[in-house]
C-alpha cells in the first residue's frame, strides 16, 4: 500500500489503483445463510454512491457528525468509508441527538429517532435488498443509493488531522485510524498483500473495526467479516477458514 496515505478513504484509493479485481470484504450472516462478497471496484463502487448520497442528497458537510447505529456488515465497512470519503465524523453507536445524522439498521430505528437531522435506515437484507414498508421518518438506503454518481469527488476535502471516528467514545483523527491500522496489523496476523483475515468480532469497538475492516485495508490485505458466528459450530468454523482461504483469525 501507499506510504502516502493518510485517511481512510485514501488506503481505498489506493486499494483501487493496485488491485481493482481482488476480493476486500467476504461478509457471512449466520443466522440467515447470506455470502457476499465484494471485490475492491465493486465496494469502492458503493461507497462512492454512499458519499454522494452523503454530499449532495443530504448535505453532509466535513466535520458533520453521522451517528452509525449499525452492526458488523459489509454495508457498515461502506458507511465508514463513504464518512471517510466526506470528512463526516462516523460515530459508530454515538448519541443519535448529538449528531447530524444518523445511519440506522432494523433494530436500532427507535433510538434513531431522537436525530432531529437526516435519517437514514439499512435494511441490512440479503443483496442490500430494501425494506417491505420503508420506516416512517426514514429514507431507505436501498431506494436512494443505487441512483448515485458511481464517482465520488469532495466538494471540500478532509485534511488528514481532523476527527475521523469515534469507537466506543474515542475519538481518532483519519491519520490516527490509519496509523494504528498499520501498526496493530501485524499483532492480527496480517503480514501483507494476500492476508486474508475472518473476524468474527462487533463494530462497536476499535478492535472490531480494526480486524473487521481497516487493518486488512492498511496492508492489502482482505477480511471475512461474519455476524451471528456464535451460530456456526466448530467443525463448520474450521471449514470456512480452509474455503475461504483465511491466514488469520479474531473472534
Known sequence: MNATDRTPADLLGSALAADPGRPLVTFYDDATGERVELSVATFANWVAKTANLLQDELSAEPGDRAALLLPAHWQTAVWLLACSSVGVLADVGGDPAAADLVVSGPDALEAARACSGSRIALALRPL???????????????????????????????????????????????????????????????????????SGLPYDTWEGLAAGLYAPLATGGSVVLC??????????????IESERVTAVAH
Open 227 to 240: 455476524r451471528n458466528l456464535d451460530q456456526l459450530g466448530a467443525d463448520a468454523l474450521a471449514k470456512r
Open 128 to 198: 442490500g435488498g430494501r425494506f417491505p414498508q420503508p420506516p416512517e421518518g426514514f429514507a431507505d438506503y436501498a431506494v436512494e443509493v443505487p441512483g448515485q454518481g458511481d464517482r465520488f469527488v469532495p466538494y471540500a476535502p478532509a485534511g488528514p488531522e481532523e476527527p475521523a471516528l469515534i469507537a466506543a467514545g474515542r475519538e481518532f483523527s483519519g491519520a490516527e485510524v490509519v496509523e494504528r491500522a498499520r501498526a496493530e496489523a501485524q499483532t492480527l496476523g496480517l503480514t501483507g498483500p494476500g492476508s486474508r483475515i475472518l
